[in-house]
């Protein structure tokens, strides 16, 4: 007898959702499950952050090491100050590791930075929205790493003095998300209800520039 549906009955199908979810600007508790490496077509280098937050897994996507060019870029800092917090010297050359990603958990090789596996850290996000060829672009960009016990940022671990004085400064803009091509929180709020709906949202005239900038 054929079947109509088929029982999954793995714990992971069946799970029940929390509703804990990093869906706007802020500062996070995650555990940075692995920090994969990724080199673009034209030399540049880029870190994807695969994360969980409460249980639930999530990727912050291209904090960039280094320009087309080849040349050191700005966020490399942010990385710089990472290693300070994780009391690395250094990290070695990347593995190459399988994981199971994705709403399909299907396995995936990644270029993977192992020294930074299982690190739980608080991290501030903030999401911005642009405009590119016409459509909305969401971003989500890593604005600062601090030490999840205490807050401290690196200069605070370096000088050994003040841990989360920063954390605290920080925590007056956390919320702040930016709002580019004249998008506003209205047009946003619209397309994330559209999106919802299964609605192509095609955004209002704007009266700034668009920004023909690639979207990474």
């Not at 060829?133 to 971003?139: A, N, T, V, Y």
């Amino acid at each position: 007898m054929s079947m109509f549906f088929t029982a999954n009955k793995n714990i992971e199908a069946v799970k029940e959702a929390t509703g804990d979810y990093i869906n706007t600007s802020g500062i996070y508790d995650v555990i940075i499950k692995f920090v994969s490496v990724n080199r673009g077509v034209n030399g540049s280098i880029s870190l994807d952050f695969n994360c969980e937050y409460k249980g639930t897994p999530v990727t912050i996507y291209g904090l960039r090491l280094t320009n087309n060019d080849g040349g050191e870029n700005f966020q490399a800092k942010l990385f710089n100050k990472l290693l300070v917090i994780a009391g690395l010297d250094a990290v070695s050359e990347p593995t190459i590791e399988s994981h199971i990603v994705g709403k399909d958990k299907s396995p995936k090789e990644f270029s993977v930075i192992t020294e930074l596996s299982d690190l739980a850290v608080k991290m501030r996000i903030q999401y911005s929205y642009s405009l590119y060829e016409g459509k909305i672009i969401e971003r989500r960009e890593i604005k600062n790493f601090y030490r999840e016990s205490d807050g401290a940022v690196a200069s605070e671990i370096l000088l050994d003095d003040g841990f989360g004085t920063q954390l605290e400064k920080d925590k007056k803009y956390a919320a702040n998300i930016t709002y580019n091509d004249g998008l506003t929180a209205e047009t946003i709020a619209q397309w994330k209800a559209d999106k919802k709906a299964g609605i192509n949202t095609t955004p209002v005239n704007t009266t700034s520039t668009i920004n023909n900038a690639v979207p990474f």
